[in-house]
């Protein structure tokens, strides 16, 4: 329930608003504003004033009670950026509540400069927060509202000034007083209503976010079991190229198939599929990098499936704590908030969660393009000329990005840990050691009708590198929260 004029009268009688200089306004929501004020005798006090809702109302603020007292926009609103411009720094020097009317108008003097400050605390559309100048020309609104012909430049009607006679029978009345300050006991009411709508919401938002987060975590599980299921038999690949070593006298050129003795069964033969272009040494090469790749995806799939589903139970718990109840409203408001905060996607384009990975290394982050797209994705939207490349040198391999911090250089514990992460995701990964080169993204140019993603570097450093299994092991099983799946 809105205040009536009275309570409005009446909260008025308790503010030092005379005499009180405006120092900052915030825009909490779209619906409320809060003042930062300052008078001599007084010291600092804070005005909320929240129009257009069940709860509209103004008060003083003496507690962090109500949410909205402490929030703000995440965007700086345009008629917050009017009110800094043309009213901080402005003296109240006269209060005037229109008799019988929920409409009060605040004098101010801005070194000189005569402006009215209107809050009309109606019902619905009528509802406003209204800059005049002295002549009620008004230049600015909380809410502009051109169907009832109220916008910049246009002159503010005000209603007819009702006498006191007019006013001796009006039914409304101040409620029951249970504190001593009017203004508290509104405070508290309206804040404690109005914390209790919003933690609900809250709840919704926050559950809404577990569900959405747990299942794409739970997605990941499932694809990385699958990617590990998949290539648990690499052996069989290493098991047929042995038949092929032992038998290469029996594969004939261009065959599709042949059948060799299969010694690891008494008696038995194995029919194996060949590559017809190929020579019958390179058939037999050829299986034997099937297995060493089928290994090596295998290996990465089951330490990758161990940290999903590692993040997947932290997440849950993670959800359950913040949205246990303790009792205390503002708490768990903060917590839930915090919460989305927290989660909330940040990406430097909006265009949603980084391609690839994107690992930590103490304060730094580190992302790693996989393939062709994913490196020239990365290169387009999510680095900048302060970032680092780095890359295998005369091998074809994913792109390694070192993100820049300020006042920071890059110490050598993190060079390590983007070597190891460039050396596994490139074609260099079986022999364990390779070179590598860096230099800073500014660096680096496209070549002309290159392939996707190909770059040119230049100013670039060296530096070689032997695969560390217990650096990698720990950026990609997620330690440290080393790791981001995309």
Known sequence: MSLNWREISLILSELPLEGSTIQKATQNTFHAVTWDLYRPDSGRWRLYTEIGTPQSRLHAVTSLVAPAQRQKTPKLQRFIQFSRANLEGAKIIRVFQFPGERLVCLYLDNHGKALKLYVRLYSGAQANIIVTDADDIILDLLMRRPGRDETSGKRLELPAIRKDSELVNDKFQVRTR??????????????IESSVMTIGQLRVRVEQLRDRELRKLETTARSLARKRDENAGYESYRETGDLLSASIHLLKPHSEWVSVPDWTKEGAVATIALDPKLSPSENVAAYYNRYQ???GTWENACVEYEGAVRHLEQEKEKFEQALCDSGDVAKDILRLQKMLQQNAP????GKGRTPGLACTSGQFT????????ENDELLRHYVRGNDYWMHTRDCPGGYVFIKY???KSVPLDVLLDAANLALVFSKAKNAGKADLYYTQVKYLRRAKDGKTGLVLPTQEKNLAIQLDEKRLARLLSGEDDAITKP
């Not at 508290?184 to 009411?189: C, K, S, T, Y």
Request: hydrophobic share 30%; no cysteine; glycine share 6%.
């Open 293 to 295: 790749k089928a290994k």
């Open 178 to 191: 249970t504190n001593d300050s009017f203004n508290q006991q509104i405070e508290q009411e309206y804040g």
């Open 346 to 349: 940040v990406q430097e384009t």
């Open 405 to 407: 911090l300020k006042d």
């Open 366 to 373: 580190i992302l790693v393009g996989r393939n062709a797209k």
